[in-house]
């Protein structure tokens, strides 16, 4: 077992990852929607930042 302060920046670490992670799967600028044409699909990403503004 390591000492506490080892164990302190580890799971602060875990934390802040999974933290990281909700943020990122909640950020709007993932959707993302294809036109199809007559033989050429087209694909628009939404890039919205507004959360960082």
Known sequence: MGS???QIVS??????GMIGVII????PRWKVS???GSNI???VV????????
């Open 24 to 27: 990122c799967c909640a950020v």
């Open 11 to 16: 799971v602060s670490l875990g934390v802040l």
């Open 34 to 36: 294809s036109f199809t």
């Open 46 to 53: 939404r890039t919205s930042f507004s959360l960082l503004i």
């Open 4 to 6: 506490v302060g080892v």
């Open 41 to 43: 699909v087209t694909a």
